[in-house]
């Protein structure tokens, strides 16, 4: 991949936030990786010598538990780095990434990913606050679990996801994610059927539509407005 191709990168990314110098020697230093949907980017338990820089496409982090059951802790995208915390410590993985459609990547290993950061005092600070940022999502999540009930947690990852992953049709003004209902209940912490039901009552209030492996956001304004009214 050339350093030039893909210039525009969402602004909240880890790539985005990069000085153009350091996005350039960034991406230069990557070997693309494509995957297919399911296919699996990262494995829990595993060493971590490498990251992913997200290209385009969905990842799901997953955390699996002792009994086999799954649990989905976050979704990235394009600009977004994946596997960095293993990295960066040294430790196994403490999660497993797996690909939601198709999805390209570049591969960085340790070496040449820790020689890019020495090197630019801009670019550490850009992998602290971006490390820091998702610290703090999964801090905030943990407290709307105790204080929100179901209907504003998912107000507010439906509302978030929709600001960083949607695509707004420009014809109508409608935000579609790429999300199960399973997932969506995961990362807003409810059962899947509790986030069954207040997404049907969305539905009936025309706030959103769903349809495979998507949700439709009609009224932004609308869970704007759950967000903040507790």
Request: charged share 20%; glycine share 8%; proline share 3%.
């Amino acid at each position: 991949m050339s350093p030039g191709a893909h210039d525009q990168w969402p602004s909240g990314s880890f790539v985005g936030r990069l000085a153009a110098d350091d996005r350039v020697a960034l991406l230069s230093a990557g070997t693309p990786i494509r995957f297919t949907d399911g296919q699996i980017l990262l494995v829990q338990g595993d060493a971590g010598d490498f990251l992913y820089v997200l290209v385009s496409g969905l990842v799901k982090v997953i955390v699996a538990a002792s009994t086999g059951i799954e649990t989905t802790l976050a979704l990235r995208s394009r600009g977004d780095l994946v596997g960095e915390f293993a990295l960066l410590d040294e430790q196994p993985r403490t999660a497993t990434a797996r690909a939601v459609g198709e999805v390209a990547t570049l591969r960085i290993g340790s070496a040449a990913f820790t020689a890019i950061a020495g090197e630019s005092p801009a670019m550490q600070a850009t992998v602290t606050r971006y490390l820091l940022a998702k610290m703090r999502a999964a801090t905030e999540r943990r407290a709307a679990e105790r204080l929100w009930d179901a209907k504003e947690r998912l107000a507010q990852v439906l509302y978030e996801l929709a600001r960083v992953l949607g695509a707004t049709n420009a014809a109508n003004g409608t935000v579609a994610i790429p999300i199960t209902q399973g997932d969506l209940g995961d990362l807003a912490g409810v059962a899947v059927s509790t986030a069954e039901r207040v997404l049907a009552e969305l539905r009936r209030q025309k706030v959103i539509s769903t349809g495979y492996r998507e949700i439709v956001i009609n009224d932004m304004a609308y869970l704007e407005s759950i967000r903040f009214s507790s």
